[in-house]
Nanobody, 114 residues
Framework: QVRLVESGGGLVQPGGSLRLSCAAP????????MGWYRQAPGKERELVAVTENSNTNYADSVKGRFTVSRDSGKNRVYLQMSSLKPDDTAVYYC?????????WGQGTQVTVSS
C-alpha cells in the first residue's frame, strides 16, 4: 500500500503557528490533487484544504488562517497554519489523488493548548 508521509505536527499554544509537510513516494507520478484533511476526537474526518491543479478549496473554519501550497513539479504539499485555535486540535492527514485512486498518510497529531 502506497502511503504519503507527513511531518511537522506537535503541541502549540493558541495563536501560534505550525507548518505541516507531506511527501509522496518518488515512484508515483505527479498527483494532480493534494491536500489535507483532519479528524478530531469523536468527529468525522473533514477537508481542511485541497489543491487541484490551479484550484484550491479551504474549509470555512480555516480560511484566512491556513495556506496550502505545493512544490512545483513535485509530489510535496505543505500546510501553513497560523492563529491556531483549540478547535484545530486533530490528527491531520495528507491526501493525494490521481483520477479515482486516493492516497493517504498515516496522520500527524496537532494539539493546540495552553
Amino acid at each position: 500500500q502506497v502511503r504519503l508521509v507527513e511531518s511537522g505536527g506537535g503541541l502549540v499554544q493558541p495563536g501560534g503557528s505550525l507548518r505541516l509537510s507531506c511527501a509522496a513516494p518518488t515512484m508515483l507520478i505527479r498527483l494532480p490533487t493534494m491536500g489535507w484533511y483532519r479528524q478530531a476526537p469523536g468527529k468525522e474526518r473533514e477537508l481542511v484544504a485541497v489543491t487541484e491543479n490551479s484550484n484550491t478549496n479551504y474549509a470555512d473554519s480555516v480560511k484566512g488562517r491556513f495556506t496550502v501550497s505545493r512544490d512545483s513539479g513535485k509530489n510535496r504539499v505543505y500546510l501553513q497554519m497560523s492563529s491556531l485555535k483549540p478547535d484545530d486540535t486533530a490528527v491531520y492527514y495528507c491526501y493525494g489523488a490521481l483520477m479515482s485512486v486516493e492516497y493517504w498518510g498515516q496522520g500527524t497529531q496537532v494539539t493546540v493548548s495552553s
